[in-house]
T-cell receptor, first 114, second 110 residues
Framework: DSGVTQTPKHLITATGQRVTLRCSPRSGDLSVYWYQQSLDQGLQFLIQYYNGEERAKGNILERFSAQQFPDLHSELNLSSLELGDSALYFC?????????????FGDGTRLSIL | DAKTTQPNSMESNEEEPVHLPCNHSTISGTDYIHWYRQLPSQGPEYVIHGLTSNVNNRMASLAIAEDRKSSTLILHRATLRDAAVYYCILRGAGSYQLTFGKGTKLSVIP
């Protein structure tokens, strides 16, 4: 158990819809990261927050947004969903953001777009 | 972040040591060498990381070449639970994200 909690575990929805994925980091961790894992693209970094502030953006589409709340939990919002958005979405957390900090991953949310 | 090269797949017998290699010839002086693994249907799991010296923890050992252009993750006694994809990742000191490659798929034979 990594201590990172992601909900829901599975999500099935239709094209054009909007969903929200939730992540609770490990106790004491201030950084939250979001990654997407699809069959053709592998694991890709989307976005990172540190103590409520956005710190880095990766390959995140404009239809996607995220935020980190004062209690440090984070939400990833996906809108105008397309078939290609079907993937596993992982959240990770770490104490800080430096390169020597391990990231601890949740078990992911599997998003299926019908 | 600099690129790493790993074999696509490896096999090991249960209860034998496993040496997973990683080449990173363009590593910079401030890049940390991280190893993660991903078991089927789970999120990636942190294994170990190091900068210059060899490192040991309860999961594995990390041996880093003197010129830092390669490293080896050592599982001292493979179990069936160690069957996973292992990722070797270089992460700069000021780098926020992990850049995952294709990794090495380790199969453990009973």
């Amino acid at each position: 158990d990594s201590g990172v909690t992601q909900t829901p575990k599975h999500l099935i929805t239709a094209t054009g819809q909007r969903v929200t994925l939730r992540c609770s980091p490990r106790s004491g961790d201030l950084s939250v990261y979001w990654y997407q894992q699809s069959l053709d693209q592998g694991l890709q970094f989307l976005i990172q927050y540190y103590n409520g502030e956005e710190r880095a953006k990766g390959n995140i589409l404009e239809r996607f947004s995220a935020q980190q709340f004062p209690d440090l939990h984070s939400e990833l919002n996906l809108s105008s969903l397309e078939l290609g958005d079907s993937a596993l979405y992982f959240c990770a957390s770490s104490v800080g953001w430096e390169g020597n900090q391990p990231q601890h991953f949740g078990d992911g949310t599997r998003l299926s777009i019908l | 972040d600099a690129k790493t090269t790993q074999p696509n797949s490896m096999e090991s017998n249960e209860e034998e040591p496993v040496h997973l290699p990683c080449n990173h010839s363009t590593i910079s002086g401030t890049d940390y060498i991280h190893w993660y693994r991903q078991l089927p249907s789970q999120g990636p799991e942190y294994v170990i990381h190091g900068l210059t010296s060899n490192v040991n923890n309860r999961m594995a050992s990390l041996a880093i070449a003197e010129d830092r252009k390669s490293s080896t993750l050592i599982l001292h006694r493979a179990t069936l639970r160690d069957a996973a994809v292992y990722y070797c990742i270089l992460r700069g000191a000021g780098s926020y994200q992990l850049t995952f490659g294709k990794g090495t798929k380790l199969s453990v034979i009973p």
